[in-house]
């Protein structure tokens, strides 16, 4: 007698790895996806600063050309408080002090960038030889030479005045 042995056991269906896959696949979804996400914030961040610091450049370049503007009209009023006080000089019959001090205004007023100021270049070239070339002599009647002196200085006035004068124009 042949015997066939049937498994009492009822066959097993191959459970297919399903889950494992999807899982599997949402798993490198999510990363794929955190990947991206991670790199595009901090690029769009650097994108940011990058604007950000070129802006910041371009206001300190504005700054520092607004700080040279300042400092030449500075050096302006410093170069006419001088031929003041080269008039004050011939009022004490100094005239070799003031006569230095007009010198020393003149040589001031070279270092001034008309452009930037908004003031005509020839004018104040003109000025500044006129300043370099004068000559104070002894004499009794200082008037003339007074009269010169605070020419000078009404000049180097109109070339810039002062923004409370500027305001009222």
């Known amino acids: 007698m042949t015997e066939q042995t049937h498994d009492a056991r ?19 979804v999510l990363f794929g996806l955190g990947f991206w996400l991670g790199r595009a914030g901090p690029a769009a961040e650097v994108e940011s600063l ?6 910041a450049r371009a206001a300190g370049r504005d700054a520092q050309r607004q ?3 300042v400092e030449d009209w500075l050096q302006l009023r410093e170069a006419q408080l001088t031929v003041q006080g080269a008039a004050e000089e011939l009022d004490r019959r100094n005239f070799g002090s003031a006569e230095d001090r007009i010198k020393q205004a003149a040589a001031a007023l070279g270092d001034i960038d008309a452009e930037a100021m908004g003031i005509d270049r ?5 000025l500044r ?4 070339s004068i000559t104070l002599a002894v004499t009794p009647d200082l008037q003339p030479q007074r009269e010169r ?3 000078l200085s009404a000049q180097l006035d109109a070339l810039a005045p002062s923004p409370e004068r500027r305001r009222a124009r």
């Open 67 to 69: 700080q040279a503007v």
């Open 149 to 151: 002196v605070q020419q």
């Open 129 to 132: 030889q006129r300043m370099e």
């Open 10 to 28: 009822p066959a097993r269906r191959r459970k297919s790895p399903v889950l494992p896959i999807v899982a599997l696949v949402v798993a490198v």
């Open 50 to 55: 990058t604007t950000e610091l070129a802006d």
């Open 122 to 126: 020839q004018r104040l070239e003109q």
